[in-house]
């Protein structure tokens, strides 16, 4: 299930909510826990998944950085 990342628009108070795209698409009713506002923005971070029967998370996307041979810089 994704993790969505969102700060209050009032308060600047960061959380997130786990949600099926379904539910993300229908609309999300989301209330700062601090201020009690509805005023959200959402925010973005890199995507990471799980692989294996272990749970281990791998990042594959997101911060990487141009490195060397990372074929993003010319």
Known sequence: MP???YRCSECGHPFEVRATI???EK???LVC???G???MQQGF???SFVTGTSGTRNTSFGGGGCGS???CCS
């Open 37 to 39: 506002s509805k005023e």
């Open 33 to 35: 826990e601090k201020c």
């Open 45 to 47: 971070s890199g995507i």
């Open 22 to 24: 379904a539910n993300k």
């Open 3 to 5: 993790t969505y990342e």
């Open 27 to 29: 609309g999300l009713d």
């Open 69 to 71: 041979g990372s074929g």
